[in-house]
């Protein structure tokens, strides 16, 4: 319950102001690099392999949200994931935004979800709940963290294949 509240309050914080964003420029690189190391005990007890190509991407963001968006794709990715695949992480600058790109080998999202993925409560796996599987906020947040940098996250899905989630925020 507890954790619901934060996720709670922190989107009402992002929804109604974007001031409390500590912008400066930095790199996306840097701040994907930092702390991923701690993810790896989690790929390693799941038998996956995380690869990363950190290209730099300057940006003007708040690298304390930008990791939580981090965080819940990589999370995800590493939840969703089956033994021995894996996860690519990667940064780069393209038509002047700095990207981020988090891709798995899991079970893909069906198509009907896809418009849905961001809506805050939604689960696109039926069978998960509270108990099993968070309340269906981590990419509602990671949306309102992109919105709060003028920037967007997306996905890409293939059922039974793959899933690519990409934040885009501009470069500085």
Known sequence: MHSL???LLELSLLDVDRENLKLRPCDLAEICREHLA???PLADE???VLKTE???????ADPERISQVRENLVGNALKFSPHGSEIRVSTSSDEGDAVLKVSDQGPGIPAGHLPHLFERFYRAD???NRATGGA???LAIC???AD???????VQSETGRRSVFTLRVLSC
């Open 148 to 154: 709060a940098h003028y920037g967007f996250i997306h």
């Open 5 to 7: 509240i934060d996720s």
């Open 38 to 40: 701690l993810l790896q």
């Open 46 to 48: 799941k038998g996956i």
């Open 126 to 128: 039926l069978s998960r």
């Open 143 to 145: 949306r309102s963290i």
């Open 136 to 138: 269906g906020l981590g």
């Open 54 to 60: 950190f290209t730099p991407a300057p940006c003007s």
